[in-house]
């Protein structure tokens, strides 16, 4: 997802509205949808909804420019592994706006709304990039009763404790928005500041027409070719039978019994889990480059045979 500053001709409008596409796949990590898994290696397990987001910038080694995290409370609804700390819990998550018309976000870590209803898989709160288990793969999406993956793609199935998902997310997921920046801080963007100078306007008439005119929210939206066009989302074929084109996403009470069955088949004990404390400094985490592993993709095509021929019951088990 980029975005980048522009300024109108009859004020500074702040662009940051470009469209993005996603490009995930919900298979495309080794251990997306590895429920057993995912259950085994969390210390928190529960439903909750992000009822507080704020955004905090770190200071970045030298010569590296600020780099923003986002602080979401969520307030706690259903516990299904491990203590909850309270009736909330505050996480740190790398990534959201940096305040001057920029922001930072990476594929493999989620994007967090006020208002999100999520399922989620704690591993340590104190980690510096992700406190989630699989990072964007501890997250799922709930909405209207009904369970979506990280990417917003329902879940249609659980086979062999494998989460089974594809197709479109509902539009309630296309959108993300972010607080637009006060105009002293959108001044501090290089490029904000030299486009203000192309037009030659005067700064106190930009900061009139900014103020007057800039949106208070700034909205990203995802856009998806046509279901003729996009055929399987996740695997690039042909359009799906029309069956699986109006197959709805799993119920979250089926999702949650499979979930709490596998939490009393895991034999580790879940460590305690605390929440951040928002206002301390934050450690940033060291990035390094390192050369993409090749991972086979998973043939997950006898699971969704055998989804089929269990009548599209969703839980398939051995």
Do not use: W
């Not at 495309?28 to 085994?40: C, R, Y």
């Not at 070719?225 to 996403?249: C, F, H, I, N, Y």
Request: aromatic share 6%; net charge positive.
């Amino acid at each position: 997802m980029r975005c980048k500053s522009v300024l109108t001709a009859a004020a500074i409008a702040l662009a940051c509205m470009s469209s993005y596409v996603q490009a995930h796949s919900p298979m495309e990590n080794s251990k997306a949808g590895d429920m057993a898994s995912l259950v085994d290696q969390s210390n928190l397990i529960f439903l909750g909804k992000a009822a507080k987001i704020e955004y905090r910038n770190a200071r970045g080694d030298k010569g590296e420019g600020p780099i923003p995290y986002t602080i979401v409370t969520y307030r706690i609804g259903k516990v299904l592994r491990g203590k909850a700390p309270g009736d909330e819990i505050t996480l740190r998550i790398l990534g959201g706006p940096d305040g001057s018309g920029r922001f930072l976000t990476t594929s493999s870590i989620p994007i967090i709304q006020q208002g999100d209803q999520d399922l989620l898989f704690i591993g340590d709160t104190a980690d510096a990039t992700c406190p989630l288990v699989y990072c964007e793969h501890g997250r799922f999406r709930i909405l209207k009763e009904r369970v979506y993956d990280t990417y917003g793609s329902p879940v249609r199935a659980i086979s062999k404790a494998k989460v089974l998902s594809r197709g479109l997310p509902p539009k309630e997921f296309r959108t993300v928005r972010f607080p637009t920046p006060k105009f002293d801080a959108l001044m501090k963007n290089p490029a904000v500041a030299e486009q203000l100078k192309a037009q030659t306007m005067p700064i106190e008439e930009a900061r009139r027409r900014y103020e007057a005119e800039a949106p208070k929210f700034i909205e990203l939206a995802d856009e998806f070719p046509s279901p003729e066009k996009l055929g399987d989302a996740q695997k690039g074929e042909r359009p799906s039978t029309q069956r699986e084109k109006q197959a709805v996403a799993l119920p979250l009470s089926t999702f949650l019994a499979e979930t709490q069955r596998l939490v009393k088949r895991s034999k580790r004990k879940p460590l305690e889990v605390k929440s951040i404390d928002p206002k301390a400094e934050i450690v940033v985490a060291k990035l390094t480059t390192t050369a993409p592993q090749r991972i086979a993709p998973p043939d997950v095509e006898d699971e969704y045979k055998a989804y089929e021929r269990n009548d599209f019951n969703p839980v398939i088990r051995k």
